[in-house]
């Protein structure tokens, strides 16, 4: 789970535990897309009761998952950001404790399950909701490779490394006119064991 630095942070078990709920992984993925967010807006966007997102913002902050943005605050209202970095779950899986495995499970489905849904979103967006000059900017890309264990490392390595390069490129333009936040995936991982021609070894 990356955002948008190549500086990271390996989740402890005791954050881990704390964003291991449907809604607060929500929270923190919706404050990676949009920015700064209050407990009323987040409401809005996820449809429950400010009181409810108030809760779950207060426990994620207890853990430094988020923080608060201070100047922007008021008496009555705060706002609530997540620090910029990438994200990694405690492993291997194996090493974890029963509780910690089960609650990097619930992060982990959760964040895919979000991020499958924000590509079918994008998907299935009508043209009449394609802002000018981003129809066709996007890039969605499935290939097959046959590869050693040690090359796909080195495939990782290499793709991290355009991502990373990519985030100081762009860094701080947010706020610049005609830009917008996108969603930048790469994706490597070796399928259920096969055959040359791809069948299932029944073996």
Do not use: C
């Amino acid at each position: 789970m990356t955002t948008d630095d190549a500086q990271g942070r390996t989740l402890e078990p005791s954050a881990l535990k704390a964003l291991a709920h449907p809604l607060r992984v929500r929270i923190y993925d919706l404050l990676s897309e949009r920015g700064p967010q209050t407990a009323s807006s987040l409401a809005a966007l996820i449809g429950e009761t400010s009181g409810a997102t108030s809760y779950h913002l207060r426990a994620l902050a207890a853990h430094d998952l988020i923080r608060e943005v201070p100047e922007r605050g008021t008496a009555r209202e705060r706002w609530w950001d997540r620090p910029r970095g990438r994200i990694t779950m405690p492993g291997p899986a194996e090493a974890m404790s029963p509780s910690n495995r089960a609650a990097a499970q619930i992060v982990t489905t959760e964040f895919l399950r979000l991020r499958h849904q924000t590509l079918m979103d994008y998907i299935n967006r009508p043209d009449s909701e394609q802002p000018e000059g981003w129809k066709d900017a996007g890039l969605i890309m499935t290939t097959m490779l046959d590869i050693t264990p040690e090359q796909m490392a080195e495939l990782r390595q290499e793709l991290t490394a355009v991502v990373d390069a990519a985030v100081e490129r762009y860094r701080g333009q947010e706020s610049l006119p005609g830009t917008r936040r996108v969603s930048l995936r790469a994706e490597v991982f070796d399928l259920p064991a096969a055959n040359s021609r791809g069948m299932l070894n029944q073996e």
